[in-house]
């Protein structure tokens, strides 16, 4: 197996190669040669991680013997506080939840980003090299990647994230993380600043010189082939013939997830793609045209998207992988921000997927009902999919994923239920710790010659 891009099928790269660079040069995300089928029946009775490794070792297994994936799998779920690591909870005769909020920071990008930093752990250990991190933050992604990189070997890691404008959980999450290659940097400015100055500093020869750069984001295909691995597990557990998903959805990195599980023969029948207020993905879906809007601040801000990066791997394959047109669709859209799709392109996605769009008050009406219908508190990224599941009617079982813990949207939980939602004994040890972090001003050069100082 080797990797090929979004907008050219001709590239041939390793899976190392891919796991560094992240984003492919011509701008086009890494998708496999062709997919692996797993016999899922071969899965039955396994445990997460034996699952784990069956669905993800044909993805690497030219780079890493089967034996080091079991010590890598080991140490990335060993920390999680639930035995079954993805717990399926029954609501009644055929809606389930899949809680994927049991890592160490309390949102599903745990299960993807701790396997992540094992990962380039036994690569840089490997290869005697080292890298660093950069990356910007409104929230769950900066804890949760800072959390799977500390304290190791020959990786520095700075995260920036706009100066007193996340809660005070997500900010304790990082800045409590005291080892020595952690670096938070809390910006005199907004999240689009952080954004913007991480992007220049990708670009910068003098950094580069310095030490090789890296980032955390959801396209890097390491990411996706872990998250593949609870839709497996779910249907195993449930042991029906057919499956629905329902995934709340911002830059598509989940629900794609779930498609590759398809692509592997997972007998998926529907899969729904829930946005809140930015419906870009939902409007293109029925409309047959990618039109972007400004972003809007919602309940589920970690759904506040316009672009869905991962999106571009579902046109891929949905054009038979043609790249050229691929090349010619996204650089349109780059630039003007407005395509109509081609009619067998939409045609292919409708297949699968459905759409749905999920306004703030809707959301908090679905918390305040399935506490009280089904005494089950969600979050507000994970009630816009149970908003959907509640009006779902299918003969297969149906299982909606729980994003993150309700405490980490305390204010959310406290408008629509009127009560605090209890905060899990690891979260709330956090407000006794000691913080470290540095407070910079908007100013690109200053942020580099922290991080130069640093390294
Ligand atoms: C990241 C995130 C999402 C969106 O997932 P994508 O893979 O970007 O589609 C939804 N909910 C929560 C809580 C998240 O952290």
């Not at 920036?160 to 997500?170: A, R």
């Amino acid at each position: 197996m080797h990797y090929l891009s979004t907008r050219n099928k001709n590239k041939k790269e390793s899976f190392v190669n891919i796991l560094y660079e992240g984003l492919s040069k011509d701008g086009g995300l890494y998708l496999p040669s062709s997919w692996p089928l797993i016999p899922y029946e071969t899965l039955k009775n396994k445990s997460y991680k034996e699952v784990a490794h069956d669905v993800i070792y044909p993805f690497l297994k030219d780079d890493i013997d089967a034996d080091s994936l079991v010590t890598i799998i080991d140490k990335t779920y060993e920390n999680f506080h639930h035995k079954e690591v993805a717990p399926l909870v029954k609501l009644n005769k055929n809606k389930y939840v899949l809680e994927l909020f049991y890592g160490p920071t309390f949102s599903f990008k745990d299960y993807a980003l701790q396997f992540l930093g094992n990962l380039f752990d036994y690569f840089i250990k490997n290869n005697k090299n080292n890298i660093t991190f950069l990356g910007a933050t409104s929230g769950d992604t900066g804890s949760a990647a800072i959390n799977a990189l500390k304290g190791k070997k020959n990786i520095q890691v700075f995260i920036l994230h706009p100066y007193e404008k996340i809660s005070k959980v997500q900010r304790l999450q990082m800045t409590t993380v005291l080892d020595n290659n952690i670096h938070n940097i809390a910006l005199k400015g907004n999240f689009d600043d952080c954004q913007r100055i991480v992007k220049k500093l990708f670009l910068d020869n003098d950094l580069q010189n310095k030490t090789p750069l890296s980032a955390v984001n959801s396209i890097n295909w390491a990411r996706l082939i872990a998250q593949v691995v609870y839709y497996f597990w779910s249907y195993i557990k449930l042991d029906q013939k057919k499956i629905n998903f329902i995934v709340p959805t911002g830059n598509f990195g989940n629900v794609f997830s779930a498609r590759i599980a398809k692509y592997m023969g997972l007998p998926i029948e529907q899969l729904h793609i829930v946005t809140n207020a930015n419906d870009i993905l939902h409007r293109t879906i029925n409309e047959g045209r990618m039109f972007l809007n400004k972003v809007e601040k919602t309940y589920s801000p970690s759904m506040d998207i316009q672009i869905s990066s991962n999106f571009e791997r579902q046109l891929f394959e949905s054009a038979n992988r043609d790249s050229d047109l691929i090349n010619k669709i996204m650089l349109s859209f780059l630039k003007t921000g407005d395509e109509v799709l081609p009619d067998n392109l939409i045609k292919d996605i409708r297949l699968i997927y459905n759409s749905h769009s999920v306004s703030n008050t809707e959301t908090l009406n679905t918390i305040r009902k399935f506490t009280n219908k089904y005494n089950y508190l969600s979050d507000p990224h994970t009630a816009t999919g149970l908003s959907v599941l509640e009006n779902l009617i299918s003969e297969n079982p149906t299982v909606s994923l729980a994003c993150a813990h309700p405490a980490k949207f305390g204010n959310v939980i406290k408008a629509a239920t009127g009560k605090e939602a209890k905060l899990p004994s690891q979260i709330d040890n956090i407000f006794d710790k000691e913080e470290k972090m540095v407070i910079l001003d908007n100013d690109i050069q200053i942020v580099k010659n922290h991080i130069i100082d640093c390294i």
